[in-house]
């Protein structure tokens, strides 16, 4: 068990461009967590999966922003014309089934310029 | 809705002192109450939860945290601070009281550890 792991760690993009993240769970984890985290707050929760099916999708910040779980394995976050706002840390995390603890993964930090 | 107030944004402790970090929570549903940690520029790390089992949780490095209904409180302690326990800590509910499983965050607390 490698724990959660996310890709890109730093991400450093133009305003306008697309970027997406990649998040590999813990690898008996059914349910899959997105949250973004802003300086100095708490983390905030986007989206999430359980297997591939998206169950919650009504938070994630604007029509920009999309998620997929395809073989319920890995997941991406895509973020479309960037803007200076959506800099943050991004964060994954997953759990078993019962949804109880979650496990994060170290973030992927995305500095928009 | 379910909601979380960590109280004092920035706690300082000398090395050896008791640690208290406090966290009140607001839930229409029995909660599922967690405290993680951060480090600078890592992912959380969770060091304790409650899911209606004991009251008094322990988790790792030596913390501690107390379920009050009665004050809606979860508060998280340790006896003696150690250097490494600087960092920014956490409360976390479960939303939907676990049925859907997202966590509500609050803005977390600073610890800072004098020697």
């Known amino acids: 068990d490698t724990g959660v792991s996310q890709d890109p760690r730093h991400k450093i993009t133009k305003r306008g461009q697309n970027v997406t993240f990649r998040c590999d769970p813990i690898?008996?984890?059914?349910?899959l967590y997105w949250y973004r985290q802003t300086l100095g707050q708490g983390p905030e929760f986007l989206t999430y999966f359980q297997n591939e099916a998206q169950l919650e999708k009504s938070r994630l910040l604007s029509d920009r922003f999309s998620a997929e779980r395809p073989k319920g394995s890995f997941s991406t976050l895509e973020i479309q014309r960037t803007e200076q706002g959506d800099s943050a840390m991004y964060l994954c995390a997953s759990s078993g089934l019962a949804g109880r603890e979650q496990y994060f993964g170290p973030g992927t930090r995305l500095t928009v310029t | 809705a379910q909601s979380v107030t960590q109280l004092g944004s920035h706690v300082s402790v000398s090395e050896g002192a008791l640690v208290l970090l406090r966290c009140n929570y607001s839930?229409?549903?029995?909660?599922?109450l967690f405290w993680y940690v951060q480090y600078p520029n890592q992912g959380l790390q969770l060091l304790l939860k409650?899911?209606?089992?004991?009251?008094l949780v322990k988790g790792i490095n030596g913390f501690e945290a107390e379920f009050k209904k009665s004050e809606t409180s979860f508060h998280l302690t340790k006896p003696s601070a150690h250097m490494s326990d600087a960092a920014e800590y956490f409360c976390?509910?479960?939303?939907?009281?676990?049925?859907?499983?997202?966590?509500?965050f609050g803005k977390g607390t600073k610890l800072s550890v004098k020697p």
């Open positions: 976390a509910v479960s939303e939907s009281g676990g049925s859907q499983g997202n966590l509500i």
């Open positions: 690898s008996e984890h059914n349910r």
């Open positions: 409650y899911t209606s089992a004991a009251t």
């Open positions: 839930s229409s549903v029995p909660p599922y």
